[in-house]
């Protein structure tokens, strides 16, 4: 086969030259990291969740390797909206010349505060604004996540939308919810034009002979490795229930592992640890091995794919 | 590499000024000059310091708040918990070397001036302090074989100011392959524009806060104002803390 593959796809109205969407919170702090992520082969970029106010997050230690994947609880560090709103700025100035969307992300504690918060981004005109309903790290300060609630992700999701007007919006899900379909099926019949799944896992590394979690914030979310069967597994329940792109997100280390995301029924791919465990090549490395898979099995377009190992 | 903790004993523990002690691990670790790890102490808190010896491990610990106060109180036999090495560390070059440090930038000069002199370079150390009481490791340094020059602020050792002027009167008097520096980010900014100017090649490890260490949150990016050198979004813990130019 001499085509090359066409690893493009489209969100809505947004075209992504490949799938690979860099995830919220991994290198999203600053224009200048976002642009790099971008030079180095991310089909879109994610900005760091903001909130309303600024946030220093957790104090060290607020990460840790473990041998199954990685645990953070680095607490939504961020600069508060209206900071936030100048640095998406900036992004977007230098990402111009690449035609490489930036999506924003935001989290509050209410769903009024959600609106308020989503009103002051769309001022930067982010392409996408990801709604981070889900985060696992700042329950003391936020309560539970609305994520766990379909009730409350729907009201968040119709405050945001009001909001924003016109700028599509993805809403982040949890893993860690007893029916992800439903969630999924209440933002979307609340307006949301695509979904983020999965955010990280609660979990808790404990050092034996500190006595103690390592985490200064005690427990934290799982990403990397660990994360992937449990986001293939959401993935797969959102993909049955709603008909929205989906930016499968979760332990995507590989463009095999990119391939199986599709393959339970994604539209992009959310790629946040694979910086650690592939070093700053990652996105490049991922891409050439989605494509070599695609040359292999003769796949000329990742929609000939999308959902198949989970279609009945 | 993995990034988790394991468990090391401290050896000893000894003073090398008013501020600053030297700490013996029990253990090796197979690191480069210029890598630091992530030192916790359990309740207390994880900090970023530079390998200061990896055979056995050694760091070198300023007291300057709540957690290296803590690892001063330390004793022989107790436990510190590390994640590391982490980062990229130096590469000598050619047969001369000058090593600038400022403060407890001295601390990764140390197994750079091992290593360079084991390999029959040429090594001129400049040390920099406010003042004669906070210089770090010159007897070592000069022990080992190194030509030393020293600045202070207060004139109280060496000549009077920065260390950058002391590097540059070096650069511009001798044959010199490279030179490698720590020390404070002002410290840093100029002398990578001094090297700039002389057209020397230069590697400088830089600080920045350190959460994540592991390249993921991007705290510790350097900003290009730093020096203008450095490409977008260069992240001290992940891509550093040494910076190589060219
Ligand atoms: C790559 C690197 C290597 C370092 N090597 C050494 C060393 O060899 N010896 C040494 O004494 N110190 C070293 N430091 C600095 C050391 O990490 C700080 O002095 C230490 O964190 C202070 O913590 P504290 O609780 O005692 O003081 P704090 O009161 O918490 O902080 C005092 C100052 O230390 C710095 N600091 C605090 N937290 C961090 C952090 N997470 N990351 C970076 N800087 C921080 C800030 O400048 C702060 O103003 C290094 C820092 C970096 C980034
Ligand atoms: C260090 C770190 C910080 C993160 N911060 C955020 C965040 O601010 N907002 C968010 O929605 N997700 C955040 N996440 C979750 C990621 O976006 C992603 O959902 C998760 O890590 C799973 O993907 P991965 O296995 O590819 O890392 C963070 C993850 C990591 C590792
Ligand atoms: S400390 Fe997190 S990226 Fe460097």
């Given at each position: 086969?001499?085509?090359?593959?066409?690893?493009?796809?489209?969100?809505?109205?947004?075209?992504?030259?490949?799938?690979?969407?860099?995830?919220?919170?991994?290198?999203?702090?600053?224009?200048?990291?976002?642009?790099?992520?971008?030079?180095?082969?991310?089909?879109?970029?994610?900005?760091?969740?903001?909130?309303?106010?600024?946030?220093?997050?957790?104090?060290?230690?607020?990460?840790?390797?473990?041998?199954?994947?990685?645990?953070?609880?680095?607490?939504?560090?961020?600069?508060?909206?209206?900071?936030?709103?100048?640095?998406?700025?900036?992004?977007?100035?230098?990402?111009?010349?690449?035609?490489?969307?930036?999506?924003?992300?935001?989290?509050?504690?209410?769903?009024?505060?959600?609106?308020?918060?989503?009103?002051?981004?769309?001022?930067?005109?982010?392409?996408?604004?990801?709604?981070?309903?889900?985060?696992?790290?700042?329950?003391?300060?936020?309560?539970?996540?609305?994520?766990?609630?379909?009730?409350?992700?729907?009201?968040?999701?119709?405050?945001?939308?009001?909001?924003?007007?016109?700028?599509?919006?993805?809403?982040?899900?949890?893993?860690?919810?007893?029916?992800?379909?439903?969630?999924?099926?209440?933002?979307?019949?609340?307006?949301?034009?695509?979904?983020?799944?999965?955010?990280?896992?609660?979990?808790?590394?404990?050092?034996?002979?500190?006595?103690?979690?390592?985490?200064?914030?005690?427990?934290?979310?799982?990403?990397?490795?660990?994360?992937?069967?449990?986001?293939?597994?959401?993935?797969?329940?959102?993909?049955?229930?709603?008909?929205?792109?989906?930016?499968?997100?979760?332990?995507?280390?590989?463009?095999?592992?990119?391939?199986?995301?599709?393959?339970?029924?994604?539209?992009?791919?959310?790629?946040?640890?694979?910086?650690?465990?592939?070093?700053?090549?990652?996105?490049?490395?991922?891409?050439?091995?989605?494509?070599?898979?695609?040359?292999?099995?003769?796949?000329?377009?990742?929609?000939?794919?999308?959902?198949?190992?989970?279609?009945? | 590499?993995?990034?988790?903790?394991?468990?090391?004993?401290?050896?000893?523990?000894?003073?090398?000024?008013?501020?600053?002690?030297?700490?013996?691990?029990n253990q090796t670790l197979d690191a480069q000059?210029?890598?630091?790890?992530?030192?916790?102490?359990?309740?207390?808190?994880?900090?970023?310091?530079?390998?200061?010896?990896s055979a056995p491990l050694c760091l070198l610990?300023?007291?300057?708040?709540?957690?290296?106060?803590?690892?001063?109180?330390?004793?022989?036999?107790?436990?510190?918990?590390?994640?590391?090495?982490?980062?990229?560390?130096?590469?000598?070059?050619?047969?001369?070397?000058?090593?600038?440090?400022?403060?407890?930038?001295?601390?990764?000069?140390?197994?750079?001036?091992?290593?360079?002199?084991?390999?029959?370079?040429?090594?001129?150390?400049c040390l920099g302090a406010r003042s004669k009481?906070?210089?770090?490791?010159?007897?070592?340094?000069?022990?080992?074989?190194?030509?030393?020059?020293?600045?202070?602020?207060?004139?109280?050792?060496?000549?009077?100011?920065?260390?950058?002027?002391?590097?540059?009167?070096?650069?511009?008097?001798?044959?010199?392959?490279?030179?490698?520096?720590?020390?404070?980010?002002?410290?840093?900014?100029?002398?990578?524009?001094?090297?700039?100017?002389?057209?020397?090649?230069?590697?400088?490890?830089?600080?920045?806060?350190?959460?994540?260490?592991?390249?993921?949150?991007?705290?510790?990016?350097?900003?290009?104002?730093?020096?203008?050198?450095?490409?977008?979004?260069?992240?001290?813990?992940?891509?550093?803390?040494?910076?190589?130019?060219?």
């Open positions: 086969m001499s085509k090359d593959p066409d690893l493009s796809i489209n969100i809505g109205k947004l075209k992504l030259h490949n799938p690979l969407v860099l995830a919220s919170g991994v290198l999203g702090t600053s224009a200048s990291l976002l642009y790099r992520a971008a030079r180095s082969g991310a089909g879109a970029v994610t900005a760091k969740s903001c909130g309303p106010e600024a946030r220093a997050g957790h104090p060290n230690p607020v990460m840790v390797e473990w041998e199954g994947g990685l645990l953070n609880a680095i607490g939504l560090t961020n600069p508060g909206a209206k900071e936030e709103v100048a640095l998406l700025k900036e992004t977007k100035r230098q990402l111009a010349a690449t035609g490489i969307p930036l999506f924003a992300s935001i989290f509050a504690g209410t769903p009024e505060e959600f609106g308020l918060v989503a009103g002051i981004i769309a001022e930067a005109d982010p392409d996408l604004i990801e709604v981070n309903i889900s985060c696992p790290n700042v329950r003391g300060d936020f309560g539970t996540p609305f994520a766990a609630d379909e009730h409350s992700a729907a009201l968040v999701t119709r405050a945001v939308k009001e909001a924003v007007g016109i700028t599509p919006i993805a809403v982040k899900l949890a893993p860690n919810v007893p029916n992800i379909g439903r969630i999924a099926a209440a933002v979307v019949n609340a307006g949301a034009d695509a979904i983020t799944a999965i955010n990280t896992m609660p979990g808790m590394v404990i050092d034996a002979e500190a006595c103690q979690p390592v985490l200064t914030n005690r427990t934290g979310g799982i990403s990397g490795p660990a994360l992937k069967p449990i986001a293939l597994r959401c993935v797969a329940e959102i993909a049955k229930t709603v008909d929205v792109p989906i930016i499968g997100t979760g332990g995507v280390i590989t463009g095999m592992d990119a391939i199986e995301m599709i393959l339970a029924g994604a539209k992009a791919v959310g790629v946040g640890s694979a910086y650690w465990y592939r070093g700053p090549e990652a996105f490049r490395l991922i891409i050439e091995e989605m494509k070599a898979f695609m040359i292999d099995h003769d796949i000329q377009s990742l929609e000939d794919i999308r959902g198949k190992a989970v279609r009945r | 590499m993995k990034a988790d903790f394991f468990t090391v004993k401290i050896k000893r523990t000894v003073k090398l000024n008013h501020r600053t002690i030297w700490v013996e691990m000059p210029g890598q630091f790890v992530m030192a916790w102490l359990p309740g207390v808190g994880e900090r970023p310091f530079s390998i200061a010896g610990v300023v007291d300057v708040g709540p957690f290296s106060q803590a690892i001063h109180q330390l004793k022989p036999g107790d436990t510190l918990w590390i994640k590391g090495p982490l980062g990229h560390g130096f590469s000598l070059l050619g047969d001369a070397a000058i090593l600038a440090g400022g403060g407890y930038g001295a601390a990764p000069l140390w197994p750079l001036a091992q290593l360079a002199l084991s390999q029959g370079m040429n090594v001129q150390v009481a906070d210089l770090l490791l010159c007897d070592a340094f000069e022990e080992i074989g190194c030509e030393l020059t020293l600045a202070t602020e207060d004139g109280s050792a060496g000549e009077t100011g920065l260390v950058t002027g002391v590097v540059e009167k070096i650069l511009k008097s001798k044959k010199i392959d490279g030179l490698y520096a720590c020390g404070p980010t002002g410290m840093l900014t100029a002398l990578a524009s001094l090297a700039k100017t002389y057209n020397f090649p230069y590697q400088l490890s830089w600080e920045a806060l350190m959460r994540c260490g592991m390249g993921l949150c991007g705290s510790c990016e350097v900003p290009q104002t730093c020096d203008p050198a450095l490409p977008p979004g260069w992240l001290a813990c992940f891509d550093g803390p040494v910076f190589r130019y060219p």
